[in-house]
């Protein structure tokens, strides 16, 4: 099977702007999580969705946002970019049973 | 909510040498716990996983021990070689309803020729 493929790879934005990452999970995952990576914080969790549907949001403020749609794909928006929103951003697809594959990531410069 | 702590942040051995990274949780509710190994410019990759139901796992050169009483987890590595140097993280998936991994801060793994 295909693994988990995030589109883009690469991407520089300037402060103030909004920007779409989108996620291809395995084919038949239905569970979408979203993290962000920083040298300084690891790995934070920012959603999951599973059908749809949110099932958990991470403390983020509400310029992250995200959806899923009927082909489980999913993307995540961030609006009103700010400097410290520069990070690498993965997402994990999961068949539900908790074990999490991951793509490889959007990198997101803000400037 | 879940908190993770990963220790030691850094370790360098030897080839051939065993490594040991040890991680803790708070919440007693949480009943999955895997790791990842990320090496540089890469994704995460799932290296072994362990339930609360089990008490240790093993896949060929590396292992996993879980206490559920002392809610601490840790992963082993033997007989180590180059290609395991990488970043490893462990995770704790919280009990029902909260359907999130949260993740320890990372061990960065040197192994020395």
């Known amino acids: 099977k295909a693994g988990v493929t995030q589109t883009p790879r690469y991407l520089i934005k300037t402060r103030g702007q909004q920007v779409t990452l989108s996620c291809s999970p395995i084919?038949?995952?239905?569970?979408v999580s979203w993290y962000q990576q920083t040298p300084g914080q690891g790995l934070q969790f920012l959603f999951e969705y599973f059908s749809e549907t949110q099932r958990n949001k991470g403390n983020f403020p509400g310029r992250f946002s995200g959806r899923q749609f009927s082909n489980s794909r999913s993307e995540m928006n961030v609006s009103t970019l700010e400097l410290g929103d520069s990070a690498l951003y993965l997402c994990?697809?999961?068949?539900?049973?908790?074990?999490?594959?991951f793509g490889p990531g959007t990198r997101l410069t803000v400037t | 909510g879940e908190n993770v702590e990963q220790h030691p942040s850094t370790l360098s051995v030897q080839e051939g040498d065993s490594a040991v990274i040890k991680c803790t949780y708070s919440d007693s509710a949480s009943n999955y716990f895997p790791w990842y190994k990320q090496e540089l410019g890469k994704r995460p990759q799932l290296i072994i996983d362990i339930r609360s139901n089990v008490g240790e796992k093993k896949d060929q050169r590396i292992a996993v021990t879980l206490n559920k009483t002392a809610k601490h987890f840790s992963l082993h590595i033997t007989e180590t070689q180059p290609e395991d140097s990488a970043v490893y993280f462990c995770?704790?998936?919280?009990?029902?309803?909260?359907?999130?991994?949260?993740f320890g801060k990372g061990t960065k793994l040197s192994v020395i020729p």
């Open positions: 995770a704790a998936y919280s009990g029902a309803g909260s359907y999130q991994l949260t």
């Open positions: 994990a697809s999961s068949l539900g049973t908790r074990a999490q594959y």
């Open positions: 084919s038949g995952h239905r569970s």
